[in-house]
């Protein structure tokens, strides 16, 4: 049985680069005693070869201060899809799943003036 969940299939139902609403899907989630949910980030920039000086990013000297790089996802069984999209429903949260994560923000704005 225990290795039943472990192999079982999980879907994607968030992934984009905003942790205040993946930390609310997971909360809301886990209050609502859904079992088999996997929730995680990663880093998706490309990460600069060379010297000491490259490993520094220029956006993380703003005004508003370090720049959240990460790419925040949330996985549930595959059972479980529409038992989860109905608990967020209810909750009024939008579970979005970005495609264009590396795309340059210049490249996405001009995508969205061309429509």
């Not at 600069?48 to 959240?68: E, I, S, W, Y």
């Not at 996802?73 to 608990?87: L, M, P, Q, S």
Request: net charge positive.
């Amino acid at each position: 049985m225990f290795l039943d969940s472990l192999f079982e299939k999980r879907i994607t139902i968030y992934k984009k680069k905003d942790s205040a609403t993946w930390k609310q899907i997971r909360k809301v989630l886990k209050d609502a005693g859904l079992k088999g949910v996997r929730a995680g980030h990663y880093l998706q920039d490309a990460v600069m070869a060379g010297g000491c000086g490259a490993k520094l990013d220029p956006r993380d000297f703003g005004a508003g201060g370090k720049v959240d790089h990460d790419v925040y996802f949330i996985r549930v069984r595959e059972a479980d899809v529409e038992k989860a999209r109905g608990i967020l429903l209810r909750e009024g949260i939008a579970a979005e799943i970005s495609e264009n994560l590396m795309e340059d923000a210049a490249l996405r704005a001009e995508k969205l003036r061309e429509q």
